[in-house]
């Protein structure tokens, strides 16, 4: 019986290829690969592992492992290249633009206020000047003594041409036979120099209504002592509680039978304070006096010299009013 010895490089073999087998049993996964044996030169010993001309090695890869050298890996299907960050690639993302700047109103330009500049003071009127209504001085003073003086009744003397004054020159202008504006011009200074005033044609005491001139005179004992501007009866035709009649003031010789001290309300309008002397007809107050007849019937004189009137009781009750 021929004995045979152990090569210990074959049983080196037997305990590598004993271990892989533990590995793969352990690891429950695909073949491991520990590291390559060599195969005696017999061939291949039952349960030894394979040579290396039918085991791939760790260094030698398998058609089924791919290998990590490309020249003798299978080849697979390329993979497009992606452009680089470098590249001339179309951006993703617009690039930021920044924002139209927003359209900006115009300030107004505003011009400073202009300062209001106080108004030039009137000159004051001096001798020999015409004067009109608000004008004022001294002038304007002796003026109005001047025409009560002669008995054309302006109030006190204040040195302010107003509408007292204005009425006094009118009726100075009445009794001159001069144009009936009002207005103290050179006519009606030479006739206020001249002394020019109405006389009494009936004489006595009482009230006198000159329609033409339309001047009422205040006369006491036959001489005049007051003069007022009036309106009277105007002439027209007008209708009243359905009927026709004509604005007239009748001439003759009447007496005072009637005073209402107020407001007294008229189917032909309102009268001021009136004192009736003819029927329906009276001296009252009015706020418009004219240069010319204007009236229904009635003497207006202007709201002051009514109370004037009043005040100096110069129309009582049973006085005579005479109308010519």
């Known amino acids: 019986m021929t004995h045979h010895r152990l090569d210990p490089r074959r049983s080196t073999t037997v305990l590598a290829t004993g271990l892989m087998v533990a590995a793969t049993a352990l690891s429950g996964c695909g073949m491991v690969s520990v590291g390559s044996a060599s195969a005696s030169s017999s061939g291949p010993v039952a349960g030894a592992a394979p040579s290396s001309s039918d085991q791939p090695s760790a260094d030698t890869p398998s058609a089924d492992t791919p290998s990590a050298d490309p020249t003798t890996s299978e080849p697979t299907e390329a993979t497009p290249a992606v452009p680089s960050d470098t590249a001339t690639a179309t951006p993703t993302t617009k690039p930021a633009t920044k924002p139209a700047p927003a359209p900006t109103t115009p300030k107004p330009t505003t011009k400073p206020a202009?300062?209001?500049?106080?108004?030039?003071?009137?000159?004051?009127?001096t001798e020999g000047d015409t004067l009109h209504v608000g004008d004022s001085g001294p002038y304007v003073k002796s003026v109005q003594q001047r025409l009560s003086s002669?008995?054309?009744?302006?109030?006190?003397?204040?040195?302010?041409?107003?509408?007292?004054?204005?009425?006094?020159?009118?009726?100075?202008?009445?009794?001159?036979?001069?144009?009936?504006?009002g207005v103290y011009g050179p006519s009606t200074r030479k006739a206020l120099q001249a002394g020019t005033r109405p006389q009494s044609r009936i004489g006595g005491t009482g009230i006198e209504i000159d329609k033409a001139r339309q001047?009422?005179?205040?006369?006491?004992?036959?001489?005049?002592?007051?003069?007022?501007?009036?309106?009277?009866?105007?002439?027209?035709t007008y209708t009243s509680r359905g009927s026709q009649h004509v604005a007239n003031t009748p001439a003759g010789t009447f007496s005072t039978f009637r005073s209402v001290d107020h407001l007294d309300k008229g189917p032909l309008g309102d009268l001021w304070r009136p004192r009736y002397f003819n029927g329906g007809i009276a001296v009252h107050g009015a706020a418009s006096i004219p240069g010319y007849p204007a009236s229904h019937g009635c003497a207006?004189?202007?709201?002051?010299a009514m109370n004037m009137i009043w005040a100096d009781n110069?129309?009582?009750?049973?006085?005579?009013?005479?109308?010519y």
């Open 215 to 236: 001047l009422l005179l205040v006369v006491r004992g036959g001489r005049v002592t007051t003069i007022l501007n009036t309106s009277t009866g105007s002439g027209e």
């Open 314 to 323: 110069l129309m009582p009750i049973g006085s005579r009013v005479v109308v």
């Open 114 to 125: 202009p300062t209001p500049t106080a108004p030039k003071p009137q000159p004051v009127p």
């Open 300 to 304: 207006r004189v202007s709201n002051p």
């Open 150 to 181: 002669l008995g054309y009744w302006n109030g006190t003397a204040d040195g302010e041409f107003g509408l007292l004054t204005s009425q006094a020159v009118m009726a100075l202008q009445k009794a001159a036979g001069l144009g009936r504006d």
